[in-house]
């Protein structure tokens, strides 16, 4: 029973510090599809990834770094997700679901180092980063992956 309402404390304690600006909030801002050139380092957080799977948070953007564990095949059920896992540390893993009907694909192989933007889902298996491009719609903050110098958003 504690260990559920601590984590019921820290989802809603990451939630408002996100909404406060107090950690990695959201990006307004609304790319094309094209790959970007890389632009410094902007605000990776691996920790916010660590306290969210803690948490068992969800809805909550965030920009971490990681190596790439395995590629997975393309979920193609409605709109198309390049799939990949990424290893967090802690012997952990996230599913991270890049749209590519929004956005390029990424040449990705095992190994591969990305840094990423995205919405954390927490779920059994460690949760899935989503939210990986731009929004057409202009009404979800975007995110993005960099890889080999490129941005894909």
Known sequence: MRRTLLG?????????AQQAGWIDGADSSAGSSAPAAVSAHEGVDNAALERAIEARAS???????????????????????????????????????????????????RDDRVRLRGQFEWND???VLHWTHHDPAGRHPGGWIEHAGRRFE
């Open 8 to 16: 019921v404390l820290a989802a809603i304690a990451l939630a408002v």
């Open 125 to 127: 298996k460690g949760g």
């Open 59 to 109: 809805g909550v953007m965030m920009t971490v770094a990681a190596r790439v564990v395995k590629v997975l095949p393309d979920d193609l059920d409605g709109s198309r997700h390049q799939r990949f896992l990424l290893d967090v540390g802690r012997g952990r893993t996230v599913l991270v679901a890049h749209n590519i009907d929004l956005a390029e694909r990424v040449p990705l192989d």
